[in-house]
């Protein structure tokens, strides 16, 4: 008989099955779960959803007990988890949670060996778990932010339990059509290979209601294909798992957003309309902004200075930010801004006032900060004539900085070019929205321009007779278009991954240095 993978990985299994033994765990352990957990646990559907509102155990259900246990019943399996940003899951995520909750308690439920978190060349992280065969599965964890990166980054992957976390903020149908297309023919496999979700609502236009709602139902007789199903998750059955008060500062974040407060707090499917202030239902004063009078947000001489450039004519956008990781989660704390509009001004005269704040925040900090400058690509090959033989925006920068750098006692200014490809903008809204939601951001009250774009930044107007709900996420040219542009141009360069800087819980960061 011709040997083969599959009917080698057969023999294997049958051998490893022969070697198992009755008394080596229990084999009816089950983790405590609640009532709809316990449903999903079971579920041998190929495509499952868990949605609800904010807190009710949907990613620790599907990316944590569910998955771990497909790990443990195959002799061959291959879990990935995907996620839009990794630093969202390391950071008190769902890979936070499998590390620190999920595999312990497997562990002390059946004696479940596991190692320690490591890298593969390509700088995924993953995990080799145990499988009652007395073999290794593995789960690895994938970050793809965009929809356009989907196809490179999980191609020679073969899963055969697939997770993707926070499924309404990412951009693209292709996080499903792409993905499913990679299960179903990891070998040695018992039962499905399963495309588990979990997200919060977002509104009936949204891809994923579209795909779980509306496609699997057939038009003519009505009935729902049984590949697929659906489970509403209310936080009240999992209401005493989560941290003291977390519920209530939800719903104190989102009870002055009708559609938000629908989303987050009754885990309703609702659209928002478009045509209006795109960050205004997200954004709130008493959440994302810190100080008042004298107090104000400063830099922590623990982490570089991220400065996001958005360079033109007679518009500049500059902010002062840093990327601030602690243990529990990572914070974008905004403390600083040079927004010039509609004011003829020569890179000299920018680049002498830039240097001017960058060497002030040295000097009351007392500390030499190492300074990180991001720009969008165009600053890097959008050639203005001008001069004798015109230039690119970034080479005027770095050459000007050059000769300014000893009068300030700095280092000239190196620039990065953010990522811009189709769809760029829109993912930088959604970004920015992550953020907001997830209490990922905080800037300085002293700061109008920043402000004044939360509040004023609408999208663009749905056409006539054709409602597109990515409109919503199409900011409309205006003036504050350039502070948005210089706000998430290093977000979305930074945000693949953990980046920098010393790790503490946010708490004891910002008693380090987040308000003076």
């Known amino acids: 008989m011709k040997v083969t993978k599959e009917n080698l990985l057969g023999k294997l299994s049958d051998l490893a099955n022969e070697a198992d033994t009755e008394d080596s765990y229990d084999p009816n352990w089950r983790p405590s779960l609640s009532k709809t957990q316990n449903e ?7 495509y499952i959803l868990a949605h609800g509102n904010r807190g009710s155990g949907k990613t620790y259900v599907l990316g944590g007990h569910k998955l771990v246990r497909h790990a443990w019943e195959n002799f061959n399996a291959l879990c990935l988890i995907i996620v839009g940003v990794r630093s969202q899951a390391v950071l008190g995520g769902v890979w936070h949670k499998l590390k620190t909750e999920v595999l ?17 060349t390509q700088k995924n992280i993953y995990i080799d778990v145990q499988n009652k065969f007395g073999s290794w599965s593995r789960i690895y964890l994938i970050s793809i932010p965009h929809g356009t990166l989907v196809g490179n980054r999980v191609k020679g992957f073969e899963p055969s339990y697939l997770f993707v976390d926070e499924l309404t903020n990412l951009d693209s149908p292709v996080y499903f059509d792409a993905m499913v297309q990679q299960l179903g023919r990891r070998p040695g496999i018992d039962g499905v290979q399963q495309y588990a979700a979990a997200c919060n609502p977002a509104g009936p236009n949204h891809w994923v ?14 009935e729902y294909n049984p590949d697929y199903e659906k489970y509403f998750l209310d936080v009240s059955e999992n209401v005493e798992n989560l941290p003291e008060g977390y519920y209530d500062r939800v719903k104190e974040a989102t009870k002055n957003n009708e559609y938000e407060y629908r989303r987050m707090v009754l885990g309703e499917w609702v659209d928002v309309p478009l045509g209006t202030a795109i960050f205004k239902q997200y ?29 033109g004519m007679v518009n500049h ?33 920018l680049v002498i006032r830039l240097m001017r704040k960058m060497a002030y925040w040295n000097r009351v900090m007392n500390w030499d900060f190492s300074f990180q400058h991001y720009s969008d690509n165009s600053a890097f090959n959008q050639f203005r004539p001008g ?3 015109g230039s690119y925006d970034v080479l005027d920068i770095e050459r000007i900085s050059k000769t300014k750098a000893e009068t300030f006692g700095l280092k000239p200014i190196k620039m990065k070019a953010a990522p811009k490809f189709k769809g760029s903008v829109e993912a930088r809204v959604r970004i920015m929205i992550q953020k907001l939601q997830e209490g990922e951001f905080v800037m300085s009250r002293d700061l109008k321009e920043v402000k004044a774009m939360f509040y004023n930044l609408i999208s ?14 199409k900011p409309k040219r205006s003036r504050y278009i350039h502070t948005f542009d ?6 979305i360069y930074l945000d693949v991954g953990v980046s920098h800087g010393a790790v503490h819980s946010v708490s004891e960061i910002f008693e380090i240095g987040g308000v003076n």
């Open 104 to 120: 312990p308690i497997w562990g002390d439920g059946i004696g479940m060996e596991y190692t320690d978190e490591r890298q593969d």
């Open 283 to 311: 954004f709130h004063d008493k959440v994302h902004i810190v100080g008042g009078g004298k107090e104000k947000v400063v830099p922590n001489p623990e982490f570089p200075i991220i400065i996001g450039y958005d360079l």
């Open 460 to 473: 663009e107007k749905v056409k006539y007779g054709r409602y597109d709900p990515s409109v919503m996420y």
């Open 40 to 46: 999903i646990f079971d579920s041998n559907a190929k």
């Open 387 to 389: 001069g004798a033989n």
């Open 317 to 349: 956008g500059i902010v002062f930010m840093q990327q601030v990781i602690g243990t529990d989660k990572t914070i974008w704390a905004v403390f600083d801004e040079i927004i010039i509009n509609n004011e003829k001004l020569s890179y000299e005269e």
């Open 486 to 491: 210089a706000l998430t141009y290093p977000m």
């Open 209 to 222: 209601y579209k795909r779980w709602w509306e496609n699997p139902l057939d038009e003519k007789t009505g």
